[in-house]
């Protein structure tokens, strides 16, 4: 049984993350797998889709659909929540980037950059063709 201050807590994540109950479509599936002829006439897995995202989340973890409808709402909360981090870490790196491509070079850096420069324009000269005037 779920209590109701885990689920009033779902429902708090779940509007942290800003989803509506409206953008949300539930449905009822007979389950696969093992189980004989109880899981064939029962409709207890939750097939639930968030509409914004496309994000869409199956479960069959219980023989309970109560039980069933809580779990996967967890796994949506769970999937909402990863799919933030990524994003959030994605854009991080691409501040961190654009930082360092727009860092000046240290005058040491800048030296050996030179340096190396001229060594290769030195060994680029040796392949030249000798001319006779």
């Known amino acids: 049984m779920i ?7 779902l429902l708090l994540r779940l509007e942290s993350l800003g989803v509506a109950r409206d953008d949300l479509v539930e449905t009822f599936v007979r389950g696969r797998g093992n189980g004989g ?3 064939n006439k029962t409709s207890s897995t939750v097939r639930l889709r ?6 869409e989340v ?12 809580y779990l996967a709402r967890e796994l949506l909360c769970e999937k909402l929540e990863h799919r933030r981090q990524a994003h959030y870490q ?14 000046k070079r240290s005058p040491a850096l800048k030296r050996r950059m030179v340096e190396n420069k ?10 030249r063709s000798v001319r006779e005037d």
């Open 3 to 9: 209590s109701r201050d885990s689920i009033r807590q």
């Open 37 to 39: 002829q109880k899981i």
């Open 50 to 55: 968030h509409e914004p995202t496309g994000i």
């Open 58 to 69: 199956l479960c069959q973890e219980q023989r309970s659909l109560a039980q069933n409808r």
């Open 90 to 103: 994605a854009r991080q790196a691409a501040i961190s980037r654009a930082r360092a491509q727009k860092a």
């Open 118 to 127: 001229r060594h290769r324009s030195g060994i680029k000269a040796g392949r």
